[in-house]
T-cell receptor, first 111, second 116 residues
Framework: DGGITQSPKYLFRKEGQNVTLSCEQNLNHDAMYWYRQDPGQGLRLIYYSQIVNDFQKGDIAEGYSVSREKKESFPLTVTSAQKNPTAFYLC??????????FGPGTRLLVL | AQTVTQSQPEMSVQEAETVTLSCTYDTSESDYYLFWYKQPPSRQMILVIRQEAYKQQNATENRFSVNFQKAAKSFSLKISDSQLGDAAMYFCAYLGWETSGSRLTFGEGTQLTVNP
C-alpha cells in the first residue's frame, strides 16, 4: 500500500530530553513537510524539504531540527530547547500535482 | 505573507440537509491552489477538494462542491445531503510558491456537527 507512516503514535518526553518523530513515505514524492497542531487550532509549519539534503525553516522552527538523507524519510527532532512541545505533529508529502497528503500523526506529551 | 480566515468556529447541520462553510484568504499572487481538508476525531487529515486559481469552473467531488470567487478572495465549501460521517473539523488551506518552494497556509478550522 502506498502512503505515509508516522511513528510512534504516542511519545512521551522527559524534561531536557531530545526525541525524534519518524515520517516515512513510499509515494515517491519529492517534497515533505512537518506541522504542529495545538488543541482547537489549525496547522503551523515547522520545517519543509523540497529535495534530499535540503530543507527550509517554516513559521515555528525554533526548538526543532530535521534531516533529509533519503527521499522516503524526513525525521523531526524535538530538542530540549522547545519549551512547550506538547502537541499533535503531522507529517505530509506533496505530489507532483501540488497536493499534500498526510500521515496519521504523532501525539507528543511531556512527563 | 498569505493569511486564511475561517470566520465560523462551529457549524451544525441536520442530516440530509446542506451546509456551507466559509473561507477567505489574502494574497497578492494570481496563481495558487486552494484546498479543503477534513479532520475527523481520528485526527487524520483527509483531502476533500482542491481548486486551481486559474480555473474558473468550481471544483466538485460527489456531495462536496466549492464556490470560488477569485476577485473576492473567497472559497466556500458546500456539503449536500449531509451524513453523520461528515462530522469533523474542516480546514481551508492556501498553497503558494516561494523561492524555497511551495507551502500550505491553513485557516483555524470550522467544527461541523451533523445532527440525526
Amino acid at each position: 500500500d502506498g502512503g505515509i507512516t508516522q511513528s510512534p503514535k504516542y511519545l512521551f518526553r522527559k524534561e531536557g530530553q531530545n526525541v525524534t518523530l519518524s515520517c516515512e513515505q513510499n509515494l515517491n514524492h519529492d517534497a515533505m513537510y512537518w506541522y504542529r497542531q495545538d488543541p482547537g487550532q489549525g496547522l503551523r509549519l515547522i520545517y519543509y524539504s523540497q529535495i534530499v539534503n535540503d530543507f527550509q525553516k517554516g513559521d515555528i522552527a525554533e526548538g526543532y531540527s530535521v534531516s533529509r538523507e533519503k527521499k522516503e524519510s524526513f525525521p523531526l527532532t524535538v530538542t530540549s530547547a522547545q519549551k512547550n512541545p506538547t502537541a499533535f505533529y503531522l507529517c505530509a508529502s506533496m505530489s507532483a500535482q501540488e497536493t499534500q497528503y498526510f500521515g496519521p500523526g504523532t501525539r507528543l506529551l511531556v512527563l | 505573507a498569505q493569511t486564511v480566515t475561517q470566520s465560523q468556529p462551529e457549524m451544525s447541520v441536520q442530516e440530509a440537509e446542506t451546509v456551507t462553510l466559509s473561507c477567505t484568504y489574502d494574497t497578492s499572487e494570481s496563481d495558487y491552489y486552494l484546498f479543503w481538508y477534513k479532520q475527523p476525531p481520528s485526527r487524520q487529515m483527509i483531502l476533500v477538494i482542491r481548486q486551481e486559481a486559474y480555473k474558473q469552473q468550481n471544483a466538485t467531488e460527489n456531495r462536496f462542491s466549492v464556490n470560488f470567487q477569485k476577485a473576492a478572495k473567497s472559497f466556500s465549501l458546500k456539503i449536500s445531503d449531509s451524513q453523520l460521517g461528515d462530522a469533523a473539523m474542516y480546514f481551508c488551506a492556501y498553497l503558494g510558491w516561494e523561492t524555497s518552494g511551495s507551502r500550505l497556509t491553513f485557516g483555524e478550522g470550522t467544527q461541523l456537527t451533523v445532527n440525526p
